[in-house]
């Protein structure tokens, strides 16, 4: 694609065709980083010699390290040109999956775990991207379409974890990671626009940083999606965490593989994205789209309460689930997207922070609630983290005072 940069509205007039596929691959290969080792918990246990609670630190301290990378890095799309941004996190993430691994113990695994979720927030770099060249009308198409890509990585990410993990074990899954993530760094130095920052202004970082942080007072929609949105992740990651020692146990006595295969039922979830991207273009769309795809999350959880009986609960669960966190995740982006044109990066990173951080609380609550009461306890969790997400939705007043009191 030109180097050349639009002079008045930085916006690409006719993109490629294959742009979008483009940008959805890329935003699938960064993502799936994130959710490699939720299959591998017990491989990793074995061979550190601990448990899949003690393990636990390692998956937690990835989505810390994406809510860091969103807080931290994520503004700098604003500020800075975003395809070197990208290339730049692309080319530093390759080097932390490789330190992964070699990692000889839990301490160094977890600290490699928390700088490949720190850059794999390269995706969140993409999403508010694609957002800005998309014309208004067709944006929640266009991020629906990106956010298919993304879906795909996270639950393809757990089918490739799984897969791998049992043929070749668990350092061969993150040396092959290496590898697609590099590949997926030349494709973007080649196809990304040369654009110019949405903020020209000379800012410093701190101030950066700090004018990111103050769109959390400045807008109550965005509030009000982080919020729900942390939870739902929450209650999304207390299953996938759950689900590993679940197969493994008496009840079913299956390996890693079949851990990651159930994220292939999930993908059935990424044509939600589309329906959901165009019914959230309409006026109103998005507190509707969400409010069906909580309860769907919701619903998931009646589901996998009967999940020690038979694979068909899990199954039906996982689609279900699936379907409400993609359709939640489209209603949520295409909202906050909407408020500052100019400040995408900064509210993307606002929102994501609190979406990630909501999935390592769920993650850490899993792993618990598996040590402290089995399977049933952790659908107690989950039920939990997505009842209190339909709720707050339900009673978010959108007539409300649009900014907090300084």
């Known amino acids: 694609m030109s180097s050349s940069s639009p002079a008045a509205n930085p916006r690409v007039a006719a993109l490629p065709r294959a742009f979008l596929p483009l940008m959805a691959l890329a935003c699938g290969v960064a993502v799936a980083n ?28 990835t989505q810390v390290g994406f809510a860091c990378g969103l807080i931290g890095l994520g503004p700098l799309g604003d500020r800075y040109p975003r395809h070197r941004v990208i290339l730049g996190m692309g080319a530093a993430l390759v080097l932390m999956l490789l330190l992964a691994a070699a990692a000889p113990t839990v301490a160094v695994l977890a600290t490699a775990s928390f700088g490949l979720g720190l850059m794999s927030s390269i995706a969140q770099q993409i999403v508010p991207l694609v957002a800005h060249l998309a014309p208004p009308q067709q944006r929640g198409r266009a991020v629906g379409q990106v956010m298919s890509g993304l879906l795909v990585g996270i639950l393809g990410g757990r089918v490739l974890g799984g897969l791998v993990g049992q043929a070749g074990g668990w350092r061969m899954v993150f040396l092959l990671a290496s590898l697609l993530n590099a590949a997926s760094l030349a494709m973007l130095w080649r196809t990304l626009p040369r654009l110019p920052a949405d903020d020209t202004s000379a800012q410093s970082y701190a101030r950066l940083v700090a004018s990111t942080l103050a769109q959390f007072r400045k807008h109550a929609d965005l509030r009000a999606a982080g919020i729900t949105g942390g939870l739902f992740f929450g209650a999304f990651s207390v299953f996938w965490v759950g689900l590993t020692p679940l197969l493994g146990s008496p009840a079913y006595g299956l390996g890693p593989a079949a851990a990651g295969l159930f994220g292939i039922l999930g993908l059935t979830g990424a044509m939600v994205a589309p329906l959901s991207g165009r019914h959230s273009d309409r006026p109103g769309g998005p507190r509707r789209v969400l409010f069906l795809a909580l309860a769907a999350v919701l619903a998931a959880w009646g589901l996998f309460a009967f999940g020690t009986h038979g694979l068909i609960w899990l199954i039906l669960g996982v689609v279900v689930l699936d379907a409400g966190a993609q359709g939640a995740q489209i209603a949520n982006q295409t909202r906050i997207y909407a408020l500052d044109a100019a400040s995408r990066s900064r509210i993307n990173a606002v929102y994501m922070t609190q979406f990630f951080i909501g999935g390592a609380l769920g993650t850490f609550a899993a792993s618990h609630a598996w040590a402290l009461g089995g399977w049933p306890v952790v659908v107690a969790t989950g039920a939990a983290f997505s009842a209190l997400a339909l709720g707050l939705h339900a009673m978010w007043n959108p007539g409300r005072a649009k900014t907090l009191p300084a």
């Open 34 to 61: 994130i959710y490699y080792a939720q299959p591998l918990l017990e491989r990793f246990a074995l061979t550190f010699h601990t448990t899949v609670a003690g393990i636990g630190v390692i998956p937690t301290a």
